[in-house]
């Protein structure tokens, strides 16, 4: 799992310009889901919703998780240990699991979950790929080197011990790159993937102006007291080339460590009986719709496809079945496939859910169910269909309007003209608006259903917001 990739960031996802020949060659031999989606462009939520199939108004993290806050959390806390989860179930199935690369859900200090191999670093954001303190089962020190070259080389050691053991493994590898945040992409990369975008002349990135929700988003920064240089991207990208290389050779070095991982497990002998998954926790906006970053960096959020279309592509081992899927599905779909693979079909998330078994599309199979997709943003709720996005924005906080968004995506595909106020598609956006609310009706639950008076778990984007609709005293769970 990529830490915020968009699924363009890949060539075999059709950009000419990113050089990801490993990638590309798994995808060639595997099934490769064009339209697979996260369910919120930030990073602690996805990767919440892919470990227990929930939704953020389910699991309660709607937002990163700020471990500035740490001393607030409860012991050893873990912001989805109430849940059935991916690691949990699978170890139940018999199977040894690891965790190696970025954590980002609770405390990092002690092994979380049901991984009982445990390599991580302290921090949810990365400031810089060199030179952090890592988590190395019971051992702490600080490794001089990029860190996602760590976790490659440590899931490699990994597999060169599970090939001697008996009981199969699951191995969770989130790399902490390539990330797209100053001031970790800053300047030309000192690592050997930057000479192939030395010359580039980033043709594949949209130059587009500013849009005015990424300056409201900034200008609510600012009143907020300031603004963290991580934050200044969204402002000062568009123009930035160098940074723009950089983080594309970073997902050049990625694609170099799925290679070597590869290569690994072919020397080992484990080829033919591992399935290698390659996913985003979610996608990332390089100028699209004039949205830099996530889709948090505009205010209201955007419902933009960039900032949401994720990677998905499944290969190896007993997926014999190659090709393109076109259906639309959800990386909460994780969970429910990844039980049926290890043989527990029968384990389910702890709250109702929409999440479907990906394993009839990895048979070539027609999967149901595939014409419709949700996803959240705290005041932003979107349906994605193949002609439609809709995006529902709340409404109850009176000191903050907020407009929805309608576009036609047969006639629009690239999302520049909303339709919302035109009253030719009064019965399109009352059927949608419709669906999304029968969605988070279904599924959200009450205590962490930001749209009516639930809180979060931990920080919001704009918490004033929250305040204005249900009062002063609202604030998330821990909060300093």
Request: hydrophobic fraction near 35%; proline fraction near 6%; glycine fraction near 8%.
């Amino acid at each position: 799992m990529s830490d915020n990739q968009p699924a363009d960031l890949l060539g075999c996802y059709g950009n000419d310009e990113v050089q990801t020949p490993h990638l590309d060659h798994l995808a060639v031999r595997g099934v490769k889901f064009q339209n697979a989606y996260c369910v919120n462009a930030m990073c602690s939520p996805c990767r919440a919703s892919v470990l227990t199939g929930l939704m953020p108004s389910q699991h309660g993290i709607h937002n990163w998780l700020d471990d500035r806050l740490i001393d607030h959390w409860p012991h050893n806390w873990s912001a989805i240990g109430e849940f059935n989860n991916l690691p949990t179930i699978i170890k139940q199935a018999g199977y040894a699991t690891a965790l190696i690369g970025k954590f980002h859900l609770g405390v990092p200090f002690v092994p979380q979950l049901a991984f009982d191999h445990w390599i991580t670093f302290p921090h949810g954001h990365t400031t810089s790929f060199y030179g952090n303190d890592v988590i190395d089962q019971e051992e702490r020190y600080r490794f001089e080197g990029h860190t996602v070259d760590f976790f490659t080389t440590k899931t490699i050691e990994y597999l060169e011990h599970r090939a001697g053991e008996d009981d199969p493994f699951f191995a969770f590898v989130p790399y902490n790159g390539p990330y797209g945040h100053w001031p970790a992409i800053k300047g030309r990369p000192d690592m050997p993937f930057a000479d192939l975008y030395d010359d580039a002349d980033m043709h594949s990135i949209p130059r587009e102006g500013l849009s005015g929700n990424v300056l409201d988003r900034f200008g609510l920064r600012v009143a907020e007291g300031g603004v963290r240089e991580q934050f200044k991207g969204p402002l000062l990208l568009p123009n930035n080339v160098e940074s723009l290389r950089n983080y594309f050779a970073q997902v050049s070095l990625i694609d170099h460590g799925v290679g070597r991982v590869q290569a690994a497990l072919e020397r080992l002998g484990l080829d033919e009986n591992t399935i290698v998954i390659y996913t985003s926790d979610h996608g990332f906006s390089l100028g699209h719709n004039g949205v830099w970053g996530h889709g948090a960096a505009a205010f209201p959020a955007s419902a933009h496809r960039t900032s949401y279309n994720i990677p998905l592509i499944v290969s190896g081992g007993p997926i014999t079945h190659s090709g393109v899927s076109d259906d639309l599905v959800s990386q909460i779909d994780l969970f429910p496939t990844l039980a049926a693979l290890v043989g527990n079909p029968n384990a389910r998330p702890s709250l109702p859910s929409s999440a479907r078994d990906l394993g009839p599309t990895l048979r070539g199979e027609d999967l149901e169910h595939a014409d419709a997709i949700f996803y959240e943003q705290e005041e932003t709720r979107a349906i994605r269909t193949n002609e439609w996005l809709f995006a529902m924005r709340f409404q109850g906080a009176e000191s903050f309007p907020m407009q929805d968004e309608l576009y036609h995506l047969t006639n629009d595909p690239l999302e520049k003209v909303n339709l919302i106020d035109r009253p030719e598609f009064i019965g399109v956006i009352a059927e949608l608006r419709h669906k999304v609310s029968s969605f988070f009706e279904s599924y959200a639950a009450p205590d962490y259903d930001l749209w009516q008076r639930g809180r979060a778990k931990s920080n919001v984007t704009y918490e004033k917001l929250w305040q204005d609709a249900w009062g002063s005293d609202w604030s998330p769970e821990f909060s300093s």
